[in-house]
């Protein structure tokens, strides 16, 4: 009976650690205006642009279809792309969120030709209709700094421009190119 009386009073405490537990729990947090604000890019994106000959590979036209989608949760956009560069076929993938501790926007990529953003991870702000991201990158032994800016041109099209820093600390750009939305 002892055992008994000492399992129910166990049993007791225990729900109400879990009960207590439960309503201490903080509440679930929400995607702000800056998570919002990355609602532009959700949708199919045909793309054309061109890629300057370079440390990037060859110069020639690109192309890419992007489809963004919001991620469960709200607070991060994933964009799927395939397309076509001087270098051939390619797919692509890209994640981009608000970083609310530090104040900037982030972007996670890689593409299947090897290019990703895992030096740093590229910072963005948003200045207007202009969006700004900067990060360094390895290409071989050589360490870049990147830029690239975009323009919200309109809800339906934007333009992109991809710059390195050269050795002499000027900006060269290497690509860039128009989106519009298609659905």
Sequence with gaps: MRRIV???????????????????APPQPKPGPEHKRLGYFVGTWKTEGKVEPGPMG????????????WFEGGFAVICRGE?????????SIGIM???QDQKFYTY???????????TSIPRGTVQGSTWTYTDESMMG??????????EEVSPKEYTFKMEIQGADGKWMQ????TSTKVK
């Design 97 to 99: 969120t608000y970083n």
């Design 141 to 150: 032994d050589q360490k870049l700094k990147n830029r690239v800016t975009l």
């Design 83 to 91: 397309g076509q560069s001087p270098i051939g076929p390619g797919e």
């Design 174 to 177: 290497v690509m860039e190119s």
């Design 58 to 69: 060859p110069g020639g036209k690109m192309t890419s279809t992007d489809t963004c989608e």
């Design 108 to 118: 996670y990529g890689v593409d299947s030709s090897g290019m990703m953003s895992m």
């Design 6 to 24: 000492q399992s129910l009073a166990i049993g007791v405490a225990l729900a109400g650690l879990v009960a207590s537990a439960g309503a201490q």
